[in-house]
């Protein structure tokens, strides 16, 4: 794998630059970038010949609006070749998630999916929710198109195997059942209640289940219950009976069961307006595992094929893809990208686009449901729009925000202070871009609100001044609103007077007389407040902007003061691991106990030395 950096040719520009770097290529396999006068990537590309892909660009007619006007901003090239094109198709994805760039395809929302693991690092099999890499002990199931969907299976397996998911620590240190065991949902292996055979044989079962043999599972159940009814162990009976009567609600509540498609991803396109929506459906073990919507970045005129190509390969570029991947539309390359699947998935990989059966059903239904999704969209994004345009008008702004962000503080008296910020766009709230500060500030008064959102924008806009100084990212907003009267907007205009950054748009949101919704005050630097008529859409839309940044600010204060009062002191001190805290624990009963044991007293709990014991009394006797 070779590489090429730009050379400068400020006197050229699009097809003439183009085509002197013509001059130097050969028909290796490679990608190919694209930069304009500041140096971003406009677009990257792949070519199983790039002297051939290249000189297409160097054509000055048939080309279409988006890709003419991509040309046109040109000033440089780059080039990378590669052993073959299967490689280049794998270095093109991870160059476009990486770059971003402004001409290509993208698909926004590349989040990893969640499986379940059941954990086998313990004797007794730990069933739980994972999501990231598989690097713990066990075996994974999945992908699931969201946390809901792996919830309401673990729930359904719990209620039919009856398997643990607490922790290690927790399954260690319990001395009588857990309130799962109570309501029938755990077998409680941590106090006896079940040996470790029979427990392996219900992990068996659950794993059984996850593999779409629930026929098998039903068959085996009943032939046990008959066979414990006989021996007139009758309690065992009605312990079976209760679990085939789960399995047969569990059956009868799941959605779509393809029978003739054990394991496969449905994806389905549909494209209007300029915009595209992506449906994709995880069959596994012959069961519907739920479905997610995607919505790519259109530039212009693509066509189905190049989008489907392009989401395909940036879909599976983090992920191991099935062995059967339906879809809508045909892409442009199908065996270039069946090649580069199955050398990720280490398997064969096979792409279809089925036209009747089963199969066919399938795609229909994930393109239906594209479909029905890409409508909502668009109206409510047309109706967001209309807000934002009344809200530019209302506010005086120069133009139409396309990012506001809200910021907000919460806090106790001072204690467990946090600054929440929220984003919201054209297409709604953008939770990818929420941010949550913990106040570091020791100089801060206790309940000094100003002093709280000092630090926060300090740290939002230093970082911001740093990473993107010529704002070429979006990440820049167009719009501040700030939770508070006169005196915020005043304080928040010096500190970012301070840091060079005045053209930003801000504007306070104070409660009006009565703390009333509806009788809101709009405060500007400099400027006499106003407020807008009570049924005006967009003082509802300020609104649920400002509650939605109180809502994501007390989240995340609760979370932070709950972890607080769960914090265990000995957890602070070097040393004490899970194992030696349960140890003192269970010795002294606290750790407050712990605090006022004597040397001599600390020794005498297993797994705590002289020098151990020594830190401890150091750690609670310290100054």
């Known amino acids: 794998m070779t590489d090429s950096t730009p050379e400068t040719r400020p006197s050229k520009t699009g097809h003439a630059l183009i085509q002197d770097y013509l001059r130097t290529l050969d028909g290796s396999p490679g990608v190919y970038r694209m930069l304009d006068q500041q140096g971003a990537v406009l677009y990257v590309g792949k070519a199983r010949n790039l002297r051939a892909r290249v000189s297409n660009y160097a ?218 929506c992506v449906q994709v459906f995880f069959i596994r073990g012959n069961q519907s595992w739920g479905n997610r919507d995607f919505y790519p970045k259109l530039n212009g005129v693509e066509s ?115 600054g929440g910020m929220v984003v919201a766009g054209p297409e709604g709230w953008i939770k990818s871009q929420y941010r949550k500060f913990n106040i570091k500030g020791t100089e801060i008064t206790p309940g000094d609100d100003f002093g709280m959102m000092k630090e926060v924008l300090t740290r939002r806009f230093s970082r911001l001044l740093k990473e993107d100084p010529d704002r070429q990212t979006d990440t820049w907003p167009d719009l501040l609103l700030i939770d508070g009267g006169a005196g915020q907007v005043s304080a928040v205009h010096e500190i970012m007077a301070e840091m060079g950054v005045e053209d930003i748009p801000m504007v306070g949101v104070a409660k009006g007389e009565d703390r009333d919704h509806g009788k809101e005050e709009f405060h ?22 400002r509650d939605e940044a109180h809502r994501w600010a007390i989240g995340t204060h609760r979370a932070k003061r709950a972890k607080a009062v769960m914090a265990n002191p000995l957890d602070e001190i070097p040393g004490i691991g899970a194992a030696r805290k349960r140890a003192l624990l269970q010795h002294f009963g606290s750790a407050k106990a712990v605090s006022r044991a004597g040397l001599a007293d600390l020794v005498a709990v297993e797994g705590i030395s002289e020098s151990m014991a020594q830190k401890i009394v150091d750690h609670f006797h310290k100054g």
């Not at 239904?365 to 530019?392: D, F, I, K, Y």
């Open 304 to 418: 189905a094929d190049e989008v489907m190509q392009a989401f395909l390969a940036q879909f599976y570029d983090g992920k191991v893809p099935p062995r059967l991947i339906l879809l809508s539309h045909g892409i442009e390359d199908p065996d270039l990208m069946t090649d580069a699947l199955s050398e990720k998935a280490g398997r064969k990989v096979v792409l279809g686009v089925p036209r009747r059966g089963e199969k066919a059903e399938l795609v229909e239904n994930a393109l239906r449901n594209a479909r029905e999704s890409l409508a909502r969209r668009m109206s409510e994004s047309a109706a967001q729009q209309r807000l934002l345009e009344g809200l530019a008008e209302a506010l005086d702004l120069p133009a139409v925000p396309q990012r506001i962000e809200v910021y907000d503080n919460s806090h106790i008296q001072g204690t467990n202070a946090v």
């Open 59 to 276: 054509r000055g007619t048939g080309h279409s609006a988006r890709i003419a006007r991509m040309i046109r901003e040109t000033c440089s090239m780059m080039f990378l070749t590669t052993r073959t094109e299967t490689e280049a198709l794998l270095l093109e994805q991870n160059l476009i998630k990486q770059l971003k760039p402004r001409y290509n395809v993208l698909l926004r929302d590349d989040k990893s999916f969640p499986n379940i693991l059941v954990a086998k690092s313990h004797p007794f099999a730990q069933i739980k929710k994972h999501r990231g890499a598989k690097a713990e002990k066990g075996d994974y199931y999945g992908p699931f198109a969201s946390a809901g969907a792996v919830n309401r299976t673990l729930n359904q397996l719990q209620r039919v195997f009856l398997l643990r998911s607490c922790t290690d620590a927790t399954f260690s240190s319990r001395t009588r059942p857990c309130l799962l065991y109570q309501i029938k949902r755990c077998s409680a292996p941590c106090v006896g209640r079940i040996g470790l055979e029979e427990y392996n044989s219900l992990v068996a079962d659950a794993e059984l289940f996850l593999q779409g043999k629930t026929t098998r599972i039903q068959a085996d159940l009943a032939r046990e219950m008959a066979e414990a009814a006989e021996a007139m162990e009758y309690e065992r009976a009605a312990a079976l009976r209760d679990r085939i009567k789960a399995l047969t609600a569990v059956q009868s509540v799941q959605a779509i069961n393809p029978r003739g498609v054990p394991e496969a991803d449905v994806i389905g396109l549909h494209m209007e307006g300029g915009q595209a």
């Open 524 to 545: 500007r630097h400099g400027q006499r407040p106003f407020a807008l008529r009570m049924n005006d859409p967009v003082l509802y839309f300020i609104q649920r902007l």
